[in-house]
């Protein structure tokens, strides 16, 4: 059987602004790690814009110089789009209110929650906590009251309110006649284990 020819593509592996990131990230100036990689400053900043690229040697050393796995120069990020029309509707207890999750189930660092509340809608009358370390509420559409022990905190459209997640509280949409839009961020997700 013979092997059939497969051309190569012509996108080419462009590394040069992750190679960038980790030299930033580890605080090496362009000079330092030129020195330190044995390359010349120019060349590596050619690199780092994907102009020319590396010999293989060229780049263990440089990721031995930053501590970077060679490998995770060529891994695709992960990127998961959740659409307001198919999110998975969830319940945090509210009346009036349609809530909407909008990271995907399994993601464990943070959740957000799309809130579309009605006039009255409400969290409840008792007070509640979130398992989750910050909570931050920012208020797309209309007005919505964040009630604590002792105090009310009243946040128009455009204001954002962040506060710890063990915080007892409850909220309200205080109008009778204008709907309210409302995004949640708890980090990390309750059900993470991590709070």
């Not at 022990?149 to 205080?174: I, K, M, S």
Request: one cysteine or more; proline letters at 5%; glycine letters at 10%.
């Amino acid at each position: 059987m013979r092997p059939l020819p497969v051309s190569p593509t012509s996108n080419g592996i462009r590394i040069g602004s992750k190679l960038r990131a980790a030299r930033k990230g580890h605080g090496f100036t362009l000079d330092q790690l030129a020195t330190s990689a044995g390359l010349t400053k120019g060349f590596l900043s050619r690199v780092e814009r994907d102009e020319t690229s590396l010999s293989v040697a060229s780049l263990i050393t440089l990721c031995e110089v930053m501590s970077l796995d060679v490998g995770s120069l060529f891994t695709v990020p992960e990127v998961a789009l959740v659409r307001r029309d198919a999110a998975p509707s969830i319940n945090l207890g509210g009346t009036g209110v349609s809530e909407k999750l909008m990271t995907p189930r399994g993601q464990a660092k943070l959740q957000l929650v799309h809130s579309s509340i009605e006039p009255g809608g409400t969290g409840g009358q008792d007070f509640y906590t979130i398992n989750c370390e910050v909570e931050v509420v920012y208020v797309l559409k209309g007005a919505v009251e964040l009630l604590f022990t002792g105090h009310r905190q009243r946040l128009a459209a455009g204001d954002a309110l962040t506060f710890a997640g063990g915080e007892p509280h409850t909220w309200v949409n205080a109008s009778q006649t204008r709907h309210a839009e409302v995004i949640w961020v708890l980090v990390p997700a309750p059900w993470s284990g991590s709070a």
